[in-house]
């Protein structure tokens, strides 16, 4: 079963930062071939992939999200994060981490409530 706890949402202005957190077990966010992702989902919107890093470094980000957000990990904390910089209204949304498999298997966290005012 897939555990990954979500952090770090809040209230934020436009053009203001935030660093979402995402912890997990060792084995899924350190694991071999683990890809970590970052979705989101706004109110009347289907969830969207905001951007993934693989257990080697590899990222990829939305076009929406590029040059503005940045995701790392800490393996030593068990911890992937996404840098949020220069945030506009559109950007909120509740935000999730999940692997591939709790995508396909419908197992997600509680998330975490990103808003952003004009």
């Known amino acids: 079963q897939v555990q990954l706890v979500e952090s770090g949402g809040g209230l934020v202005q436009a053009g203001g930062s935030l660093r979402l957190s995402c912890v997990g077990n060792a084995n899924i966010i350190t694991g071999n071939a683990n890809v970590i992702i970052w979705y989101r989902q706004a109110p009347g919107k289907q969830r969207e992939r905001v951007s993934s890093?693989?257990?080697?470094?590899?990222?990829n980000y939305a076009s929406s999200v590029e040059d503005r957000f940045i995701i790392s990990r800490d393996n030593a904390k068990r911890t992937v994060y996404l840098q949020m910089s220069s945030l506009k209204p559109e950007d909120t949304a509740v935000y999730y981490c999940n692997t591939p498999y709790g995508e396909g298997s419908g197992t997600w966290g509680q998330g975490t409530q990103v808003i952003v005012s004009s």
């Open positions: 890093i693989t257990s080697g470094g590899t990222t």
